[in-house]
């Protein structure tokens, strides 16, 4: 066999190696399927649903027949620009099961919201909003001690009420 001859067939059996790998590992890959909840035609999924993790405002949000993910992800403000859409969880708590209370993000919340917490109203939520305008975000839920107006009292009523993401 020339020389010639013996690498046209190395590279003939590689390149034929590539494609059957190839292959193989395209044959692996499959799409995501669809989730569908299956419902008994007589109970309507209707209540609450916690949409947390990277979205503008977590927390409860009604739920409603018919809703698709993306009309929650709305509901909950839109995502923010670290979320993972690949990868999202739904959890469907047990009857009686005791859930943590809402927290409300001392870095996304609107005044709105704010004023929800126990001893904050309109001016205190924003001198919250002011804080996270001028100093920045907020690294710890303890630095709302550093607001006028918010002392010890306030916070240990608020403590279990607020979190800060990242």
């Given at each position: 066999?020339?020389?010639?001859?013996?690498?046209a067939?190395?590279?003939?059996?590689?390149?034929?190696?590539?494609?059957i790998g190839g292959?193989a590992?395209?044959?692996?890959y499959?799409?995501?399927?669809?989730?569908e909840?299956?419902?008994?035609?007589s109970?309507?999924?209707?209540?609450?649903?916690?949409?947390g993790?990277?979205?503008?405002?977590?927390?409860?949000?009604?739920?409603k027949?018919?809703n698709?993910?993306?009309a929650?992800?709305?509901?909950?403000g839109?995502?923010?620009?670290?979320?993972?859409?690949?990868?999202?969880?739904l959890?469907?708590?047990?009857?009686?099961?005791?859930?943590?209370?809402q927290?409300i993000?001392?870095?996304?919340?609107?005044?709105?919201l704010?004023?929800?917490?126990p001893?904050?109203?309109e001016?205190?939520?924003?001198?919250?909003?002011?804080?996270?305008?001028?100093?920045?975000?907020?690294?710890?839920?303890?630095?709302?001690?550093?607001?006028?107006?918010?002392?010890?009292?306030?916070y240990?009523q608020?403590?279990?009420?607020?979190?800060?993401?990242?």
């Open positions: 066999m020339t020389k010639n001859r013996y690498w067939l190395i590279i003939i059996l590689l390149v034929a190696i590539i494609a292959i590992a395209w044959s692996r499959s799409q995501p399927q669809p989730i909840i299956s419902i008994p035609p109970q309507e999924l209707t209540g609450e649903i916690y949409i993790g990277a979205v503008s405002n977590p927390g409860f949000h009604p739920l027949s018919g698709s993910i993306e929650l992800i709305k509901a909950a839109g995502t923010t620009d670290n979320a993972d859409l690949t990868r999202l969880k959890y469907i708590p047990r009857v009686g099961e005791e859930l943590p209370p927290k993000d001392l870095n996304r919340a609107e005044a709105w704010l004023m929800a917490l001893g904050i109203g001016s205190k939520a924003q001198a919250i909003i002011n804080y996270r305008q001028q100093i920045g975000a907020f690294r710890n839920i303890n630095e709302i001690t550093e607001i006028q107006g918010i002392g010890p009292a306030i240990e608020i403590k279990h009420l607020i979190t800060v993401a990242d």
